[in-house]
């Protein structure tokens, strides 16, 4: 490279700028300190996105649940029979539980442990994802019916990008996140995650970028969704668990659940970096945001309780301890937001819990390790997977 003096005055000033703004992109690592920085760090700098990724807007810029009201069904889902429908891990097995008599009105076998059952982001399939069976089992909503099972590797959970073009299959053992072909599931690109466990995501508010909990590396990473990169990566303390994830409704903080820690941490969406925490119970695992997006619920699974967090606050309001203990894990809201609906991992059964309340309506048996059940049909335009994450 020749040297600077010898360049023309015009191109020194650039060459100048140029070296001026080396360092302050690249990938966000976040940080461990527990106490605040003198002053905030600024918001990493991000590439711009492929044109060809389009999200559909959200019907109130200040709140991502918009969509999620009661009542607020999709032309695509109504008539759709309501159902809960709960995959049994140990069992290999689904349980269909009719949300009105809480009453289990059929059972089908499906792969080796399942783990999820997750609406498609067109919301006319529910997809089982059967882990060890490395398959994809559908329902028919209409029905309530299996179909013939999709050869996939080592589907844990299961997501979809916010645009629509691809699920994003949760390879946990493998530490992949597999974009695959939302319709056909044909694999279009394997995305290694440098951290072990991995298992819950969600989304920022403009679908650009995803973070993900590590369960096993207590850690988070950050993916760019576009480029399909991972770009970030954030450390929690040692011996922590991180589970579900859920956007907070204003889009500026992301939830997250810590088993170990018996909380859920407060992660900046904007600069990924950790500000908070709030305690909520032991073994803190599922995360639900109420219909009028005022609450996020948080199955406290060890304390067999359900923990009520203020999204105004940042506080707990509430906390409803099942009557006789309980393993409340993952599970979803219903449609008209009164009921919550819970699997007990450890104790073969369902919760059908009171969001007025927290009073226990129902306590209804089903096969052995009930994992993430899905209340279905749900308010939303759309699907981003899991258990039931509709925008």
């Known amino acids: 490279m020749q040297p600077l003096r010898q360049i023309p005055a015009c191109c020194a000033v650039l060459v ?3 070296v001026a703004g080396c360092g302050s992109g690249g990938p966000s690592t ?17 590439p711009h996105p492929q044109p060809r990724f389009k999200v559909p807007p959200l019907l109130n810029r200040h709140d991502v649940y918009a969509a999620d009201r009661p009542g607020m069904l999709s032309p695509v889902v109504r008539g759709f029979p309501e159902r809960v ?11 269909v539980i ?14 080796a442990l399942p783990q999820h059952v997750v609406p498609s982001y067109d ?9 060890e069976g490395n398959s994809l089992t559908p329902i028919d909503p209409k029905t309530g019916k299996p179909g013939k099972p999709v050869r996939v590797t080592d589907p844990y959970n299961m997501y979809f990008t916010p645009d629509g073009r691809f ?32 298992d819950h995501m969600d989304f920022t508010a403009d679908g650009r970028y995803l973070v993900a909990s590590c369960e096993f590396g207590s850690s988070l990473v950050e993916v760019e969704v576009p480029r399909e990169k991972v770009v970030g990566s954030l450390p929690l303390p040692e011996g922590s668990m991180p589970q579900d994830v859920k956007l907070s409704p204003d889009g500026r903080l992301f939830y997250v659940a810590d088993m170990m820690a018996g909380g859920v941490w407060l992660v900046d969406a904007a600069t990924f970096r950790r500000i908070g925490f709030i305690p909520t119970g032991a073994g803190a695992h599922g995360l639900y945001v109420s219909r009028d997006s005022r609450y996020l619920y948080v199955s406290d699974r060890t304390e067999g ?8 606050r940042r506080k ?11 393993s409340p894990d993952m599970g979803g809201v219903s449609a008209d937001g009164k009921v919550l609906w819970l699997s007990g991992r450890y104790d073969a059964e369902v919760y059908a819990i009171s969001t007025k309340d927290g009073r226990l309506l129902a306590r209804i048996p089903v096969g052995r390790g009930p994992h993430g059940l899905c209340v279905y049909p749900q308010p939303g335009r759309y699907s981003l997977g899991h258990t039931g994450v509709f925008r």
Not at 32 to 42: E, I, V
Not at 98 to 103: G, L, M, R, S, V
Not at 316 to 326: A, F, I, R
Request: charged share 15%; net charge neutral; with cysteine.
């Open 16 to 18: 100048a700028l140029l």
């Open 30 to 46: 976040g940080t461990t300190a527990r106490s605040p920085s003198p002053a905030p760090a600024p918001a990493p700098s991000r």
């Open 85 to 95: 429908y709960v995959p049994n891990s140990e069992s290999d097995t689904v349980s």
């Open 98 to 111: 009719d949300p009105h008599t809480f009453k289990v009105t059929g059972e089908f076998p499906v792969g």
């Open 123 to 131: 919301l006319k399939t529910l997809w089982v994802t059967n882990d």
């Open 167 to 198: 699920a994003i299959v949760v390879a946990e053992r493998l530490e992949r996140l597999d974009f695959r072909d939302a319709h056909s599931m044909r694999l279009h690109h394997s995305l290694h995650v440098p951290c072990p466990g991995v």
């Open 305 to 312: 309780a359900i923990s009520v967090i203020s999204f105004a």
């Open 316 to 326: 707990v309001v509430h906390q409803w301890v099942l009557p006789g203990g309980g």
